[in-house]
Each structure stands twice: as C-alpha cells, then as structure tokens.
C-alpha cells in the first residue's frame, strides 16, 4: 500500500528562521512554499532524495499544529506515506478497525490528495497519507 517516503512534517514557530537553519545547515535550498489555509499551516518544502522535509508553521494557536506546538512543542509533528489512491488506502485501514483523522481524502499542498491516520492507531505517529497529483 505504501509506495515511498513522502515527507517528515516538522513543527516549528518561526519558519522563515527554520528555513534558514536548514539553509545554512544543510546547504538546500525550499523546493516548494505554500499556505494552505484549511489546514492552517502555512509549509515549506525542502527535497531530500525522493522526500521532503515539510516545516510547518501555524496559521494560529486554535489550527491543529497550533495546539501541537502549545502542548508539544517543536518537533515531528507527522509522517507522511505515499499511496496510489487514498481513498483505497482509508477504506483498508477503516476496515482493519484502524482510528482515522480524516473520513476521506481532501486536498493536500502541491495538488495532492491527503487524509490523516490516528496517532492512536500507529503507536503514538500521527500518519499522512499522500496522492500525488494527475
């Protein structure tokens, strides 16, 4: 069901800042920039072989990686898998009795489709999972 790595999203508080650490550090440059206001995140993108790594900063304290940051901290936040179809991939795991986030897909950044898999469900990792587009 998985095909690759997708991403590693990272919360972080100030993302300009994040992304320059990872600039200075790793000597990359962000493949891709985006808000994505019904997540409430707004991400960047840093390609690493086939992946990414996601850096994501709240769009406020009430969004999901809001509270994330005020219980946790910074830190992964999730994990994301690449799948041929979504919707395929929520209705094997719903009828395994796994605990989603999301019923079914809805749009991701970079025009994917994406749905969230419980933490509960995979030993405290909150999962992504990840259509491409096309």
């Not at 440059?29 to 996601?54: C, I, K, M, N, W």
């Amino acid at each position: 069901m998985i095909g690759a790595l997708d991403h590693v999203g990272i919360a972080v508080r100030d993302l300009d800042a994040a992304v320059q650490r990872y600039r200075t550090a790793f000597g990359i440059e962000p493949a891709h920039r985006e808000t994505v206001d019904h997540q409430g995140v707004e991400e960047v993108l840093f390609r690493v072989g086939e992946s990414y790594v996601q850096l994501l900063r709240p769009l406020g304290p009430t969004t999901p990686v809001g509270r994330f940051l005020e219980k946790r901290g910074e830190g992964m936040h999730h994990i994301g898998y690449r799948v041929d179809n979504v919707r395929a991939a929520l209705d094997r795991l719903r009828d395994q009795g796994h605990r989603l986030v999301d019923e079914a897909p809805r749009p991701g950044s970079r025009g994917t489709m994406v749905a969230f898999v419980h933490p509960k469900a995979f030993d405290g990792v909150l999962i992504e999972l990840v259509e491409e587009p096309g």
